[in-house]
């Protein structure tokens, strides 16, 4: 089992990579890292 400290590093590793997408000008770093099977977005 992972421990919780290695699943945050995980996550964020996932969301820098995705924003360094989005800031070079590719939209598809979010799309990249969300389920594509279960999938639920909510713009506020």
Known sequence: MK???TVA?????MEKGALDKYYAGDMTGYYDIWSHDDFSYFDT
């Open 3 to 5: 421990s919780a400290k």
């Open 9 to 13: 590093k995980h996550i964020i590793e």
